[in-house]
């Protein structure tokens, strides 16, 4: 046998690792130089931020300046186009009083003119030596000055008729720039716009001088046309008269005629007023025209208004001296919750939050304060009979004449004696009671 070999297990020392050789610490800096530079990055962040609150607040009070200042102008702009929008309507008022005239002057000129223009009629109506005419302006010349001043008249009718249409383009321009001012964001804009407003609504203002001087020049025209359309057909109508009965019979019925006209015309205006509860304003109409009711018929027609309007007149101050001296509670009841009538004047009912016009008070509101004052059950009997005409017209111009009725009868049989004054002034608006 090979002999056993010894196995030696020897120890090796340990192997060591080379040692890590340590970087040498870095110098340690001083604190201040370290943080040096966050002081002054904090600094300027603190003197940015200011500036940015600085600007970010100046350009919000600019704003804020614009907005008002905008707005400022946008209430100019209104201002300004509703009083471009009144002066507007102050045109087409004449505008419309201006197609009125033109209306009843054109329809009385045309008659002439139409009827007697050619000139061998003219031959056929002047005076002649042995006419009771003949001292008046021959018929000729009166047609040529008629149509002279029908030329004027239309001439001046245009001019207003021209304000009108220009009115009505300025019209639209102005509400045309309200609308662009009201969307406007540029004040500079928005300012020559205003200005512009401005300068038109001084235009408008002599577009209304223009157009009113051109209106009132044609009303005089046409007074003077109407004066002289009716020399011409009294002249062309007498001159052809034959008889002196004949003329002078044919010139009263003309002056009958005239004078029932006029008191036709006369009584719906009177009517109207009353009925509107304004019988001063009828009144007052009716007495300017008292020197041209020629015809003993037209005389007596005229007094019948005159007491008519009178009567109402009287009346209404004995309402307004009743509501000052014991005002009505809860009297108002036409619109909204009930309130006190606490007096009036010759123009309004009083409330105790405002005033209304007479002629915007309703009829039963109307009749409540009849029925309160004047013609109520528990109103004094001399009061009943005294107003009891008044209050009957009054009624009746508003179509009540079934009321009117029961007025009157209550009122007469208080006071029989003025039946007859009841009948011949209420005869054309109720049917006279035995």
Same mark, same amino acid.
């Given at each position: 046998?090979?002999?056993?070999?010894?196995?030696?297990?020897?120890?090796? $020392?340990?192997?060591?690792?080379?040692?890590?050789?340590?970087?040498?610490?870095?110098?340690?800096?001083?604190?201040?130089?370290?943080?040096?530079?966050?002081?002054?990055?904090?600094?300027?962040?603190?003197?940015?931020?200011?500036?940015?609150?600085?600007?970010?607040?100046?350009?919000?009070?600019?704003?804020?300046?614009?907005?008002?200042?905008?707005?400022?102008?946008?209430?100019?702009?209104?201002?300004? /186009?509703?009083?471009?929008? &009144?002066?507007?309507?102050?045109?087409?008022?004449?505008?419309?009083?201006?197609?009125?005239?033109?209306?009843?002057?054109?329809?009385?000129?045309?008659?002439?003119?139409?009827?007697?223009? !050619?000139?061998? %009629? @003219?031959? =056929?109506?002047?005076?002649?030596?042995?006419?009771?005419?003949?001292?008046?302006?021959?018929?000729?010349?009166?047609?040529?000055?008629?149509?002279?001043?029908?030329?004027?008249?239309?001439? +001046?009718?245009?001019?207003?008729?021209?304000?009108?249409?220009?009115?009505?383009?300025?019209?639209?321009?102005?509400?045309? !720039?309200? @609308?662009?001012?009201?969307?406007?964001?540029?004040?500079?804009?928005?300012? *020559?716009?205003?200005?512009?407003?401005?300068?038109?609504?001084?235009?408008?203002?002599?577009?209304?001088?223009?157009?009113?001087?051109?209106?009132?020049?044609? &009303?005089? *025209?046409?007074?003077?046309?109407?004066?002289?359309?009716?020399?011409?057909?009294?002249?062309?109508?007498?001159?052809?008269?034959?008889?002196?009965?004949?003329?002078? =019979?044919?010139?009263?019925?003309?002056?009958?005629?005239?004078?029932?006209?006029?008191?036709?015309?006369?009584?719906?205006?009177?009517?109207?007023?009353?009925?509107?509860?304004?019988?001063?304003?009828?009144? @007052? @109409?009716?007495?300017?025209?008292? !020197?041209?009711?020629?015809?003993?018929?037209?005389?007596?027609?005229?007094?019948?208004?005159?007491?008519? /309007?009178? !009567?109402?007149?009287?009346?209404?101050?004995?309402?307004?001296?009743?509501?000052?001296?014991?005002?009505?509670?809860?009297?108002?009841?036409?619109?909204? *919750?009930?309130?006190?009538?606490?007096?009036?004047?010759?123009?309004?009912?009083?409330?105790?939050?405002?005033?209304?016009?007479?002629?915007?008070?309703?009829?039963?509101? +109307?009749?409540?304060?009849?029925?309160?004052?004047? /013609?109520?059950?528990?109103?004094?009997?001399?009061?009943?009979?005294?107003?009891?005409? $008044?209050?009957?017209?009054?009624?009746? %111009?508003?179509?009540?004449?079934?009321?009117?009725?029961?007025?009157?009868?209550?009122? %007469?049989?208080?006071?029989?004696?003025?039946?007859?004054?009841?009948?011949?002034?209420?005869?054309?608006?109720?049917?006279?009671?035995?």
């Amino acid at each position: 046998m090979s002999p056993k070999k010894e196995i030696v297990i020897r120890k090796t $020392a340990p192997v060591k690792s080379p040692t890590r050789q340590r970087t040498p610490p870095r110098p340690k800096r001083k604190q201040k130089s370290s943080l040096m530079p966050l002081w002054i990055l904090l600094a300027v962040l603190i003197a940015g931020g200011g500036t940015i609150i600085a600007t970010i607040r100046s350009n919000n009070q600019k704003a804020i300046a614009l907005a008002r200042a905008l707005n400022e102008q946008r209430n100019k702009t209104t201002e300004l /186009c509703d009083a471009i929008s &009144e002066s507007v309507n102050k045109v087409l008022r004449i505008q419309t009083k201006a197609e009125s005239l033109q209306t009843q002057t054109t329809a009385r000129s045309a008659l002439i003119l139409g009827g007697n223009a !050619d000139k061998d %009629t @003219q031959k =056929e109506t002047a005076p002649t030596e042995n006419s009771s005419y003949s001292q008046r302006p021959q018929l000729k010349t009166d047609i040529e000055r008629l149509e002279s001043l029908h030329e004027q008249f239309t001439e +001046m009718l245009n001019h207003v008729e021209a304000g009108g249409g220009t009115a009505r383009d300025i019209q639209g321009i102005s509400e045309r !720039d309200r @609308q662009e001012i009201m969307h406007e964001r540029d004040l500079q804009k928005t300012l *020559a716009k205003v200005s512009s407003l401005n300068a038109t609504r001084t235009r408008l203002e002599d577009v209304i001088k223009r157009t009113n001087t051109a209106y009132t020049t044609a &009303e005089k *025209a046409a007074e003077l046309i109407v004066e002289l359309a009716e020399t011409i057909e009294t002249n062309a109508r007498l001159l052809q008269e034959e008889e002196a009965q004949n003329q002078k =019979e044919e010139e009263r019925q003309k002056r009958l005629e005239a004078d029932i006209k006029r008191a036709k015309i006369q009584f719906d205006q009177m009517c109207y007023k009353i009925a509107s509860f304004e019988p001063e304003q009828a009144l @007052q @109409q009716i007495m300017a025209d008292a !020197d041209l009711y020629k015809s003993p018929e037209g005389r007596e027609r005229y007094q019948i208004l005159v007491e008519q /309007c009178s !009567d109402v007149v009287a009346m209404k101050a004995k309402i307004i001296a009743q509501l000052s001296k014991q005002p009505m509670a809860w009297g108002w009841k036409q619109d909204g *919750a009930p309130r006190d009538i606490t007096g009036a004047t010759e123009e309004h009912l009083l409330l105790d939050d405002r005033t209304v016009p007479w002629k915007n008070v309703s009829l039963p509101q +109307m009749g409540a304060i009849l029925n309160h004052y004047i /013609c109520g059950p528990s109103v004094k009997a001399y009061v009943r009979s005294d107003f009891c005409i $008044a209050a009957a017209i009054y009624f009746a %111009t508003n179509g009540k004449g079934d009321i009117a009725t029961t007025v009157l009868d209550t009122g %007469t049989s208080m006071r029989p004696s003025i039946r007859p004054r009841v009948n011949r002034l209420t005869a054309d608006l109720i049917s006279p009671r035995e």
